[in-house]
């Protein structure tokens, strides 16, 4: 049963309405537009209520439980809402400018097309959450649980993902440039044609990723983990791939130009018409890998002799 706003005891403090909800289980509290605004409401039972369009911003929702609550289109920027409950809530298009949501539980959660611009979300888990088109520039997210998370389209614009779980997140089309992604893991997660350009991936495990058509310009992958990875025709000009693990990676017509090379495995790695002019190999293990057709001009190769 939808229950109205102005029939609900929520005016008479959070034990009184939490005390209403144990009593009305089958209540579904009605708060769209309201403005809440500023105040409050740590501790308090809004699970399954309608909030769509409310003014929720800066209040204070600690502890709160939110499961499956309908907050689309609320206006939550600033809002403190850490360690709270937002199982499997819709908050699309919501305004989640700088809220902190740290330690938050959101498994399955929709922020689709939500703003979360420079939002605190470290060590929250949104595990097959809803993150299409969500922006979430200069966020902090560091590690995050995003596991199975659709992430198409969304924009981590100098994001902070440190030690970050992205495992089979789906991420194609994702603009992350100049985000840090130092020690996360992304094992068999898609980053079709993702846009990776000046990101810092430095021991980040990318085992089984596909990378297909990827833009990695400049970013940083010292001893990233890319076994097995798909990253053909990827542009990675002027990466840093010293040390990493690229065994049995498949580089098919990938743009490493200027890439440096030094000491990484290659092992059985296919480099099929891969442009390689001008990259550093030195020391490098390219054992059994296939090298046909790559364009090797100007190229220090693994003894130290550059390739005419």
Not at 114 to 138: E, G, I, K, S
Not at 251 to 260: C, D, K, S
Request: aromatic content about 6%; some cysteine; hydrophobic content about 45%.
């Amino acid at each position: 049963m939808v229950v109205p706003l102005q029939l609900s005891p929520i005016q008479d403090g959070i034990p009184a309405w939490n005390a209403w909800r144990r009593q009305n289980p089958d209540s579904l509290p009605d708060l769209s537009g309201a403005n809440f605004a500023r105040q409050e409401l740590r501790e308090i039972d809004l699970s399954l209520s309608f909030l769509r369009n409310a003014d929720l911003s800066q209040v204070d929702f600690c502890l709160a439980n939110l499961e499956e609550a309908n907050l689309d289109g609320a206006e939550m920027s600033e809002c403190a809402m850490y360690t709270a409950n937002l199982r499997y809530a819709s908050l699309k298009e919501s305004n989640l400018t700088q809220a902190d949501l740290v330690e938050a539980s959101m498994v399955g959660a929709d922020l689709s097309l939500a703003v979360l611009q420079r939002a605190r979300l470290d060590r929250a888990d949104l595990t097959d959450a809803c993150l299409y088109t969500t922006n979430l520039r200069q966020a902090s997210l560091s590690n995050v649980i995003l596991i199975r998370a659709d992430m198409r389209e969304v924009d981590l614009t100098m994001a902070d993902l440190r030690e970050a779980d992205l495992r089979e997140a789906n991420m194609s089309f994702a603009v992350c440039s100049l985000s840090k992604f130092v020690g996360a893991t992304f094992c068999k997660a898609n980053l079709y044609r993702a846009n990776l350009s000046l990101a810092n991936l430095c021991v980040a495990n990318l085992m089984g990723a596909n990378l297909y058509k990827a833009s990695l310009i400049g970013a940083n992958m010292i001893s990233a983990n890319l076994y097995m990875s798909d990253m053909r025709f990827a542009n990675m000009a002027q990466v840093d791939l010293r040390e990493a693990c690229l065994r049995i990676a498949n580089l098919t017509g990938a743009n490493l130009t200027g890439a440096n090379l030094g000491m990484a495995n290659l092992t059985e790695a296919t480099l099929y018409r891969a442009n390689l002019a001008g990259a550093n190999l030195y020391q490098a293990n390219i054992h059994q890998a296939n090298l046909d057709g790559a364009n090797l001009t100007g190229a220090t190769m693994p003894d130290g002799r550059k390739h005419p």
